[in-house]
């Protein structure tokens, strides 16, 4: 699977966008972009996936460049419970293993 | 949906006791993962079962761990003997499918400590 890398820690305000980077430069043309968090002491929680295509449901809009070489994760408004580590992992093929890195600490304030 | 059940959610044992941690995926996903998580490691996968087959135990760390899916509603993930180095979070996860293009569900996590 293509590796992926995503800033160490950001930080948002209540209320604002959040929008969280991620460079996979080396994505093959059949692995999926996906976006998990994970709260504190909580287990990892599926946001979103994409292929090619913008996507967006009711948690956050994936954005995907078109060369599919980054994508940026957006949380519209975020809340302070969006505090949590976001981790974008590629995965594609017949691969079925979700691979996390260390992710970003996103830190919402008041 | 009551998502994916483990328990027991926090487990202390001592050293060289057994320790079987339990898991209930959703209903209807074929696919199931046992992960672990450390301050070090992070989350590692250990195993991953599809239609209660064990496809792959290749992050399974040594001979003293074990994993069952005795039917599609149940797998446990037992650790005997248990050694202080095994305290971490064990995550269960499931999903519909094991192909991408599905996203897999976790469950809270069993938080054992061995001393």
């Known amino acids: 699977d293509a590796k992926t890398t995503q800033p160490t820690s950001m930080d948002c305000a209540e209320g604002r966008a959040a929008n969280l980077p991620c460079n996979h430069s080396t994505i093959s043309g059949n692995e999926y972009v996906y976006w998990y968090r994970q709260i504190h002491s909580q287990g990892p929680q599926y946001i979103i996936h994409g292929l090619k295509n913008n996507e967006t449901n009711e948690m956050a809009s994936l954005i995907i460049t078109e060369d599919r070489k980054s994508s940026t994760l957006i949380l519209p408004h975020a809340t302070l419970r969006d505090t949590a580590v976001y981790y974008c992992?590629?995965?594609?093929?017949?691969?079925?293993?979700?691979?996390f890195g260390k992710g970003t600490l996103l830190t919402v304030n008041p | 949906d009551a998502g994916v059940i483990q328990s027991p959610r926090h487990e202390v044992t001592e050293m060289g006791q057994e320790v079987t941690l339990r898991c209930k995926p959703i209903s209807g996903h074929n696919s199931l993962f046992w992960y672990r998580q450390t301050m070090m490691r992070g989350l590692e996968l250990l195993i991953y079962f599809n239609n209660n087959v064990p496809i792959d135990d290749s992050g399974m760390p040594e001979d003293r761990f074990s994993a069952k899916m005795p039917n599609a509603s149940f797998s446990t993930l037992k650790i005997q003997p248990s050694e202080p180095r095994d305290s971490a979070v064990y995550f269960c996860?499931?999903?519909?499918?094991?192909?991408?293009?599905?996203?897999?569900?976790f469950g809270s996590g069993t938080r054992l400590t061995v001393v």
């Open positions: 996860a499931s999903g519909p499918d094991g192909r991408p293009g599905y996203g897999y569900t």
């Open positions: 992992i590629v995965r594609g093929g017949s691969n079925y293993k979700l691979t």
